[in-house]
């Protein structure tokens, strides 16, 4: 998981199963920028490789993490590197 970023307390629409992967992305990024105060051209430029809801049962009203998959990342010696490679 060294290239996830797991959030949590960000509002998600439970009432009907799950939302759609898209959503999630687009909640996240707006949640970096609103809540975190990171420019939103940065958050735009991020690349994400996947984002998703943490597993567990969709319940109304209840909050669930997020994971984000970053595509591309610094590794501990400074030198960037994309996801799987």
């Known amino acids: 998981m060294r290239n996830n970023l797991v959030c949590s307390g960000i509002l998600l ?10 959503v999630t992305e687009r ?3 707006d949640f970096l920028h609103e809540k975190m105060k990171i420019a939103r051209e940065t958050v735009e430029a991020l690349r994400l490789e996947r ?20 595509a ?10 994309v996801a799987g490679a």
């Open 27 to 29: 909640k996240f990024r």
């Open 13 to 22: 629409d439970n009432s009907t199963g799950s939302e759609t992967p898209a």
């Open 72 to 81: 591309f990342f610094k590794k501990g010696n400074g030198k960037s590197a």
């Open 51 to 70: 984002v998703h809801l943490m597993p567990s049962q969709p319940i109304a009203g209840r909050v669930r993490g997020v994971v984000a998959r970053f």
